[in-house]
């Protein structure tokens, strides 16, 4: 028997804080889901997401997770209550887009992060270009090599208060790649030249990978 020299935490006992740093570090690299959506009015959102995966093939479905903010003591329309701008303009319209970041737009994707009130645009503040969606309302970025355009199925609310996670599955209704990023449906990931975050301020890239055979 191999004895363990791990240390070994109990999350109901950690503050939500240190759960997050802890989640962060160890699942890693995540890949980054640049998330466009528009409020019913048409106002523009963007913003990135780490807590991103697929899901599934049939149909293709993919799921970003926003996780609940700070409610305010006194509600106003630019902070109502605790869900993100993403997160409230998916629920009342049932659209987002998913831009995969490379590492051309990650600072980019990076600006579009800060806290701003829902009238502010984020494109604009991350110099993005916003590109019509064919299925969706809501605009693609330009600039990114490749967008899902996704039709809400189901959000899971995971807890309540701050930090809590919500589940927000999407089925892809359009794929949008770049020409020469896929051949055969098969994606060049030199091409694509897409980027990770890892735990704090740390990004990474993905050029460096090794082929391992699966076993039959």
């Known amino acids: 028997m191999i004895s363990s020299s791990h240390l070994s935490f109990d999350p109901a006992t950690l503050p939500t804080q240190d759960s997050y740093k802890l989640m962060t570090g160890l699942i890693v690299p995540r890949p980054v889901a640049l998330v466009s959506t528009v409020d019913p009015a048409g106002v523009r959102n963007l913003a990135p997401y780490s807590f991103f995966a697929g899901v599934g093939s049939n149909p293709p479905t993919v799921l970003f997770c926003p996780s609940l903010t700070r409610p305010p003591e006194t509600p106003t329309p ?3 209550d605790d869900r993100k701008d993403t997160l409230r303009n998916v629920e009342e319209t049932g659209e987002f887009v998913i831009n995969i970041v490379s590492e051309t737009i990650a600072n980019a994707a990076n600006l579009s992060a800060a806290t701003v009130p829902p009238s502010v645009d984020e ?21 990114s090599p490749a967008q899902l355009e996704c039709k809400l199925m189901q959000i899971v609310f995971t807890g309540q208060g701050t930090g809590a996670g919500v589940v927000v599955l999407g ?8 020409p ?9 990931p030199e091409r694509l030249d897409a980027v990770g975050r890892m735990a704090g301020n740390t ?6 990978r090794f082929e ?3 076993p039959k």
């Open 171 to 178: 089925q892809i209704v359009r794929f949008h790649i770049r």
């Open 78 to 80: 630019d902070h109502p």
């Open 212 to 214: 391992l055979i699966r």
């Open 180 to 188: 020469d990023l896929v051949e055969n449906f098969r994606v060049d």
């Open 123 to 143: 494109f604009a503040l991350a110099g993005l270009t916003p590109i019509p969606s064919e299925v969706v309302r809501a605009p693609r970025v330009a600039e």
């Open 203 to 208: 990004w990474s890239t993905t050029r460096d």
